[in-house]
């Protein structure tokens, strides 16, 4: 065993861990990918059935509707909006007229499916992309959500 | 007046640092003792200054001082003794006067137990450590002082998330950041090294305790943070790969590896650079998880705030300190030269594969958390990387990682025969096979990676046992000798075994809670019983409650087996007054081999509730499994041979004497 030849193994081995790797992370990265839309940029581009996307905005004031464990409810970005259908116990901080990030798959009908809602933790927060896209959308209001 | 105290204090711990980081580095430089000296009093000094700094602020929060800004947003006058003390650290300001205290913490630990380190190492150890001092204490000072006063003082507080008001999360960070920052002792060592251009086995061993400690106290931390998303967030889930895990686990993977390359470091005086640069790494890595969390370049619980100048400061910072590193590892590393040569297979090229292994699963989870902030700063574009990217790249790793792990200590240094490794492992191959056969044959329909999850738990599990008794000739010597044996044996080759065993309790928590969970989501009426998993669920009814700062909704449930003795269950939907907040209280009854789940929400104008129920097989051991590694970290931190404080020379001694196959 002689230092070039231990300098070739550690080489190979390291080459080798990386390009599984590599190939680990090209496989699964396209798939695992999740786009956030906000409801303009989906009427805008709508985005095909199934596929798996986040929608983030306000929660439509006046919306909500529950059915037992189903829950019915608008996203808006005060300019689009877009009927969403949610299964499950809904986060502590859902409220009507609060930001809102959901994570699931547009059906046939136009309605999405959301598999998550996801929680946030405070009351003052507004998730990052929905107050992105309520600046985009015209209807930002920073005093009222600092 | 506690304010200007903590304000004044703060700054000549400012002052401290600086002097500690300059002039011991010029003292060392020249061969100066008087200013070599100088490191260790100015550690004292900047220890006593920020522990009098912490102190103030704590006092601030105890006395609802809320004419001091940090007290009067985060604390309440009605909150308890516990939560107005995690709450000094449960915000950004404090967390960070948290985090710099730790750190001085560490640097006077250096100067109190290294007394039998050379004077220029230490010297230049406490120095950088002194530097990085100073790079927090400014951010501290000019971004973000927990001090400064509010004019006119409020009535009463805001308040503290109630989600944070958790004996669980009161004890995280000061857990994690005992792990983060014990990694920058580490860190200096290294960067003291690559300036004196010199690594030997003493080095090693002289920073093997302190990447132990880090890690045990990453290993809890990590853990501890799990645990309260599981119980608090009440969606039954414990990991969720959300950026703000990732920054610890991160740091914790960079420390595995080189935990475990400080030992072929010590024990064969090679993969000296490897070491070095995995020091600075893992360094690294929790200064850029401290980044990416107090940043508000993350969306979660973490970020208290987002203020652009912080963000860009620490940027600044983690440019300086991981350029700087790189910067001098280039130029001084290729000096240093390699030690003992081994072949592939042997106890060194276990760790190597142990290395490899746990530094690409760092890369690719740095990978993933990275991404969606490239992608949003050069494209516009929001994206999240899910768990499914991590599953997929990390299970693969892991496994053979588990695989490797029982295998290596049964490898002797330098040259091995697998054979003869695997014919001592026959045992553990037999238990994998009769377990995984078992759980097929038990299992009507699960996934294909529970079984190998199985096997490995099985596996791992038996190999670590079967090594431990082989040293100890179990069995195979009268019990006296075996038992002297035992008595005898390092007790870092004990840590090493409970510390592995760790390791196969949290793959068995997380394979069977992940492949048998039952779960049920519905509308209950009072009187209704489900059934989940084994378990008949009876729902009693529910009930308006008052708490000490809340109001709830409380929900009762009897949870029994096949009709036998009942377990009462109150899940809470909470509603506290400071600040108006709702949370979910879920009822948890953990036992051995499963956890019961209950989760009551709204009604539904009907009499019913809405409720989540689950079934978790094993799921308490992944937190037993942590805590187990825990204890198998902090048994092998005694290990009289890393101890501290005894004399150079003796070490050496003992060195001489040790058996070659002692981790």
Known sequence: MTRKKQRLYFVIAGMSVLAVAAALVLTSFEDSLVFFHSPSDLAEKPVPAGRTFRLGGLVEEGSVVKQGVIVQFRVTDLAESVPVTFEGLLPDLFREGQGVVTEGQLNEDGIFVASNVLAKHDENYMPPEVADSLKKSGHWQPEGNK | MVAELGQFVLVLALVTAICQGILPLIGAHKQNAALMKLAENA??????????????????????????????????????????????????????????????????????FGRNLPDSLKARVLAIQGLIGVGF???????????????PAPFDGNGLNPLLQDPGLAFHPPFLYLGYVGLSVTFSFAIAALIEGKVDPAWARWVRPWTLAAW????????????????ELGW????????????????????????????????????????????????SLSLLGTF????GVLNSVHAFASDPARGVFILMFLVFVIGGSL???????????????????????????????????????????????????????????????FNATFLPLAVPLVIAMAFGPFLPWKRADLGSALSRLKFAMFAALIVLGLTWWLQTDGPILALVGMGLFAWLLVGSLIEWADRIRLFRAPFNSSWRRMVTLPRSAHGMTIAHIG?????????????????????????????????????????????????????????????????????????????????????????????????????????????????????????????????????????????????????????????????
């Not at chain 2, 920020?50 to 009605?78: E, K, M, P, Q, R």
């Not at chain 2, 204490?137 to 509010?150: K, Q």
């Not at chain 2, 045990?216 to 119980?231: H, K, P, V």
């Not at chain 2, 409380?554 to 509603?575: D, I, L, N, W």
């Open chain 2, 292 to 295: 990416l969390v107090r940043s």
């Open chain 2, 236 to 283: 039954g889930g414990w990991w969720f790969w959300d950026p703000v895990e990732n920054a610890s686990f991160m740091p914790w993977l960079a420390a595995t590896a080189l935990l475990h390359s400080a030992i072929v470091v010590e024990k064969r005086d090679t993969l000296k650079n490897w070491t070095i640069l995995l020091a600075i790494i893992a360094f």
């Open chain 2, 216 to 231: 045990a106290f990453l290993t809890i931390g990590i853990a501890l943070g799990s645990w309260w998303a599981y119980y």
């Open chain 2, 137 to 151: 204490l400014l951010f501290v000072l000019f971004t973000s002082n927990p001090f400064e006063r509010l004019v």
């Open chain 2, 503 to 663: 390791v196969a309790l949290v793959v068995l928590g997380i394979t069977a809670s992940e492949a048998w969970q039952s779960e049920r989501l519905g509308i209950m009426k009072p009187g209704e019983t489900v059934t989940v998993g084994s378990y008949d669920f009876k729902f009693n009814g529910a009930e308006q409650i008052v708490g000490p700062n809340y109001n709830a909704l409380r929900g009762s449930f009897t949870a029994s087996k096949h009709g036998g003795a009942g377990y009462q269950m109150f899940p809470e939907q909470r509603v506290y007054t400071d600040p108006p907040m709702m949370t979910t209280e879920a009822a948890i009854r953990p036992m051995l081999t499963a956890d019961l789940y209950v989760v009551i929400g709204d009604e539904d104008g009907a009499g019913g509730y809405a409720t989540r129920i689950y079934h978790k097989p094993f799921i308490s051991w992944i937190w037993l499994g942590c805590l187990t590694m825990f204890f198998g970290g902090f048994l092998s931190l005694s290990d009289r041979r890393l101890r501290l404080g005894a004399p150079k020379k003796r070490q050496v001694e003992i060195k001489g004497k040790e058996a070659p196959t002692h981790i």
């Open chain 2, 327 to 389: 910067v001098l590892y280039a130029v001084r590393a290729p000096a240093m030269k390699g030690g003992g040569l081994f072949a592939p297979i042997s106890r060194e090229g276990a760790l190597v594969l142990n290395n490899l292994l746990l530094s690409t699963a760092a890369a690719t989870v740095l990978l993933g958390t990275l991404y969606p902030i490239f992608l949003d700063a050069f494209t516009g574009e929001k994206v999240s990387v899910g768990p499914p990217y």
């Open chain 2, 43 to 112: 550690s004292f000094v900047q220890f006593a200054a920020l522990t009098g700094a912490f102190i103030c602020l704590t006092v601030g929060y105890v006395t609802s001082d809320f004419s001091i800004l940090n007290v009067a947003s985060n604390s309440h006058s009605l909150k308890p003794l516990l939560y107005k003390i995690s709450g000094v650290w449960g915000n950004h300001e404090g967390s960070l006067l948290l985090w710099v205290w730790i750190l001085a913490l560490f640097g006077f630990a250096v100067a109190l």
